[in-house]
């Protein structure tokens, strides 16, 4: 066993020894770079174009909407002569309705398309990937109820302003998807997120402490 007087000197000896322990230096903060963060920068060139191009087509629709609905009492006579041209063996009043039927019939699938397309547009903003297609496709379904109205609805002195405002609209459409499928476009949309790398950093002199 170990005598009193030994036990203290062990223990100053433990303890001159833990003061001779120089403290590790701490790690230096200068020089490194920031964590990145993600910022919003302006969208690149063909994006904007691509977006200008659609609102105008939205614009168009919209017009060519409201204008149809103007119109709709004028054309509803020339639509049921259309129908009692197919069958002219019917009441006046079912050609009445069924040329009812017929406008709203394509009325309806102008508004719906261009609240689609809105819906579009505010996913390609948020870059979702996939809206091209369905951008497509909305070009397509124009296209084909532009041939439909003009058949059905779209004929007569009133009518070739309305099929004015429908080419222009799905022109418009088209050359919006066409900006938005160029390579600059395209890898704005796959990089989802813009992200600003951080500067290194400056050790703070004394009159910022």
Do not use: C
Request: proline share 7%; aromatic share 8%.
């Amino acid at each position: 066993m170990m005598t009193p007087s030994e036990t203290k000197a062990l223990a100053r000896t433990e303890a001159d020894r833990r003061v001779d322990v120089k403290a590790p230096d701490r790690p230096s903060v200068t020089g490194k770079e920031a964590a990145p963060v993600l910022v919003k920068l302006p969208p690149p060139f063909f994006v904007r174009l691509s977006q200008i191009a659609w609102v105008m087509s939205l614009l168009a629709g919209a017009v060519a909407i409201a204008y149809l609905f103007i119109i709709r009492q004028a054309q509803l006579p020339a639509i049921a002569d259309l129908v009692r041209s197919v069958d002219g063996s019917r009441a006046d009043a079912t050609y009445d309705t069924a040329a009812d039927i017929v406008f709203w019939s394509v009325f309806t699938p102008l508004v719906v398309i261009v609240l689609a397309q809105i819906a579009m547009q505010v996913s390609f903003a948020n870059r979702r990937p996939n809206v091209r297609w369905w951008q497509f496709g909305s070009v397509l379904f124009l296209g084909g109820l532009l041939l439909i109205a003009r058949e059905l609805v779209v004929f007569g002195e009133r009518g070739l302003p309305l099929e004015r405002i429908l080419l222009i609209q799905l022109g418009l459409a088209a050359l919006g998807l066409l900006f938005s499928l160029l390579p600059q476009a395209l890898r704005w949309t796959a990089r989802e997120h813009d992200i600003r790398r951080g500067e290194p950093v400056t050790p703070a002199v004394d009159g910022q402490i």
